[in-house]
């Protein structure tokens, strides 16, 4: 009987067929048999075989393919009961060395109590013909790790715990797992599991665990610590994290008292004097913030080689190449050679490009080997496009592995640095400091370190204001180029944005340029009206190509004009369903062959395809278009820039459409055309430094769609996206003032919004 989609039951059965498995996360596809019919299973509930009876929580879904299907969001498994599915159990090949024949003879011998003697006396199975000694050890040893792994995913499923994280924790504990697990749930939080601490806490409550037992302190002061290294902060002031702490852990003063001391006392949490006021790190950005201070201290005692004039050196590319440089670029191509690390910045029309291809091309000449990174694939093809040679993501730079515990390492670091003399990374205003840290950690103390970036963007993601801090230290040089070129001028684009950031409202009557303003405050209209110049007015007047050159940019991914809705609306329009044309579904999107989608996790161990040559590592921004999907097998293939990578059903969730992107996920990125949504509301995104960004990705046509208020709220608000950190004290503390090229003033911190572990 059908069942009502979306709503939540309960479902009993056998399995009768495994269908597809991911063993990576344990996504699952299967045949369940149960009363009344045979009911297909979808979800992270791991490895099933044949016989086992399963008790599902979850809803049923329509699959535009296959059908009504079962979506389990728990699972409490029981092994076979009965003689028939024991014997289907093992005859699936659950337990190695077991057949179909031998699997006869067993349960003829043990019937119902077969699982139990192989479980608690294995050694009675050599009992039966065709099972020696040997071979009896071999089928114990299986069936102990097969009978583990099952018992640990039934225990945490009726938890609610995902199977990819109860697989994980088996593997890195073995068959004391649970074991493990009873005495201290809270691990369950940790690296390479990272289960949400409230989930931690329903487990806790059941071993008898006290809240005020040091094991939870620890793992929600982590917690705590963690959603807001989420939300930008490395660390947070003492006072603040204590009345969060409290707040969220129902803790007295006594007992927070009792638990901060713990965890300063084995370093969970490291305590940071700043001032007169203490600070909490969790310890790696404590010690990413501390590396980069010391390693940029050490770096600032470089020595130029005394027989290089630099003067005469950039006389010369002059006379040769013809290019006239500006006194500023000319300082920082000076400066770039005669400094350990220095700072490039300086807005759009400013010449960073030009001042950074004559660093490079000097830096050739003198026979330097010269690296060229940035934080994205679509920011490295950027720089690989201006300046004429190969640039990598820091990630691909790195190199990337994974060691004994799961953890995601970086094959260059001290012992095995990059072979390079000078490393120049783009869009620094995207690097975190756990990144930056690497970064430092893989380059030899003699590499000099050239970082370009625009500081009047957005931060970084990840935790941290890097570029911001850097500039404002006054411990690193910094060339800040100011002066727009006259071939620059001359786009309205540029000329817009310099007034944005020096918080002035661009000419919003302008209507013979690059930049254009539409005045729609109504949402339906707005979107009506961008729907047609995306379609049919740009294509026809530019000559654009809508799904390659034009890229619509909202602040939010809510309502109708965020991307969730736009993107659905511009793929009905440019790429709709059709009969014959295949699809492919996740939570938010539909995927059809010829969709511009983009990636937004990093996935490094993910295979990709370019004329015959195989790699590795999708990463999160990477956009492509999907080439080809295949209903039968759940596939679908998306080329990004040559490199084709296949996505199986359970990895869409990694995949979104690209019509419309976020300003945060435009970052990096250049595009023909940009229209760029304004919707009325949205305050908490209203502010200068993303509008900055977003105009900043237009190159040929930029076009605003919203109301003159808004514009002008957005330009009027400077609030910076201040974030918690001690790195300005650090590199203060450590490195001795210098003398900018370029003067900088220098803020301090203010109290900014607090996250209790719960996104506001």
């Not at 790696?284 to 501390?290: I, L, M």
């Not at 690390?341 to 759009?348: K, Q, R």
């Not at 072979?419 to 120049?424: E, T």
């Not at 000329?495 to 729609?520: C, M, T, W, Y």
Request: charge should be negative; hydrophobic fraction near 40%; charged fraction near 25%.
């Amino acid at each position: 009987m059908a069942q009502t989609a979306g709503q939540t039951v309960s479902l009993k059965g056998t399995v009768d067929e495994i269908l597809f498995l991911n063993e990576a996360n344990g996504y699952t596809v299967a045949e369940l048999e149960t009363d009344t019919a045979l009911v297909t299973i979808v979800g992270e509930i791991g490895r099933l075989e044949p016989g086992e009876e399963l008790e599902l929580t979850g809803s049923y879904v329509n699959h535009p393919r296959f059908g009504q299907q079962f979506h389990a969001e728990s699972c409490i498994r029981a092994l076979p009961s009965s003689v028939l599915n024991i014997e289907r159990y093992l005859a699936g090949g659950a337990i190695r060395g077991i057949g179909k024949a031998l699997a006869k003879r067993i349960v003829a011998e043990f019937g119902e109590l077969t699982l139990q003697v192989m479980e608690n006396t294995p050694e009675k199975l050599a009992r039966i013909k065709g099972i020696s000694a040997q071979k009896c050890e071999e089928i114990a040893a299986s069936a102990k790790e097969i009978f583990g792994l099952r018992s640990l995913l039934g225990k945490l499923g009726a938890y609610g715990v995902s199977a990819s994280i109860a697989m994980q924790a088996y593997r890195r504990w073995g068959v004391s797992s649970w074991d493990i697990i009873q005495g201290n749930p809270y691990l369950l939080c940790g690296y390479g599991l990272e289960l949400e601490f409230r989930r931690a806490e329903l487990i806790a409550r059941d071993m008898g665990i006290s809240d005020s037992d040091p094991k939870r302190l620890k793992a929600g002061f982590c917690w705590i610590l963690q959603n807001n290294a989420n939300e930008g902060h490395t660390c947070l002031p003492l006072d603040q994290f204590k009345m969060a702490a409290m707040r969220v852990l129902e803790l007295s003063e006594e007992e927070f008292a009792a638990g901060y001391r713990i965890c300063l006392q084995d370093d969970t949490l490291i305590q940071y004097q700043k001032k007169d006021r203490p600070f909490v790190y969790l310890e790696e950005y404590y010690h990413a913030e501390d590396f980069i201070a010391a390693r940029i201290s050490a770096m600032l005692s470089f020595s130029p080689p005394e027989d290089f004039d630099c003067k005469r050196a950039i006389e010369k590319e002059e006379q040769e190449t013809g290019m006239t440089y500006a006194e500023l670029q000319k300082k920082a191509i000076a400066c770039a050679f005669s400094r350990g690390i220095m700072v490039l910045t300086g807005g759009p029309g400013t010449g960073k490009t030009t001042t950074l291809n004559g660093v490079i091309d000097l830096c050739v000449k003198a026979g330097s080997t010269v690296l060229l990174a940035a934080p994205t694939g679509r920011a490295a093809k950027r720089m690989t496009e201006l300046t004429g040679r190969e640039a990598k993501t820091i990630h691909r730079l790195l190199g990337t592995e994974y060691d004994d515990t799961g953890r995601l390492v970086f094959q260059h670091h001290e012992k095995n640095p990059l072979k390079g003399d000078v490393l120049i990374v783009d869009e620094v205003s995207m690097v975190d400091v756990l990144l930056f840290e690497s970064l430092l950690h893989a380059v030899r103390l003699s590499c000099r370190v050239i970082l370009v970036g625009d500081e009047d963007q957005l931060p970084s993601v990840g935790a941290g204001n890097l570029l911001h801090t850097l500039v404002h230290s006054g411990c690193l040089p910094v060339v800040r180029l100011t002066e727009i070129f006259r071939q620059a001028q001359e786009s309205c684009i540029i000329r817009s944005a310099h007034q944005i950031v020096n918080g002035e409202l661009p000419d919003l009557q302008e209507k013979q340029s690059d930049f254009f303003f539409f005045d729609r405050r109504n949402a339906a209209q707005a979107a009506e009206f961008l729907m047609d110049l995306y379609s049919r007015r740009l294509p026809k007047a530019y000559g654009f190509i809508p799904k390659t050159d034009i890229q619509v940019i909202s602040p939010t991914r809510k309502g109708l004009l965020g991307t969730i809705s736009l993107n659905q609306m511009i793929q009905e329009a440019v790429n709709p369903p059709k009969y014959g044309k295949a699809i492919l579904k996740n939570l938010l999107f539909s995927f059809r062959e010829g969709d511009k989608v983009m990636q937004i996790q990093n996935q490094y161990e993910m295979e990709w395809v370019k004329n015959g040559e195989r790699g590795a590592g999708v990463f999160n921004g990477d956009m492509g278009t999907v080439l080809y999907v295949d209903k039968a097998s759940r596939m679908l293939q998306v080329d990004f820039d040559g490199r084709v990578v296949c996505y199986n059903a359970d990895q869409l969730e990694q995949l979104e459409l690209a019509y419309a992107v976020t300003v945060h996920k435009s970052q990096g990125s250049e595009f023909e055309a940009v229209i760029l949504m304004l919707p009325e509301g949205s305050d908490r995104l209203s502010y200068r430094s993303l509008l900055y960004t977003a105009v900043t990705r237009a190159k040929k046509l930029l076009i605003l769609i919203g109301s003159p208020k808004k514009v002008r709220e957005m330009v009027q608000n400077h609030r910076r996206t201040l974030r918690y950190s001690c790195l300005l004290h650090m590199l203060r503390s450590t490195c001795r003032p210098i003398e900018l090229v370029e003067t900088a003033e220098t803020g301090e911190d203010s109290e900014v919004p607090l996250i209790y572990g719960e996104a506001l």
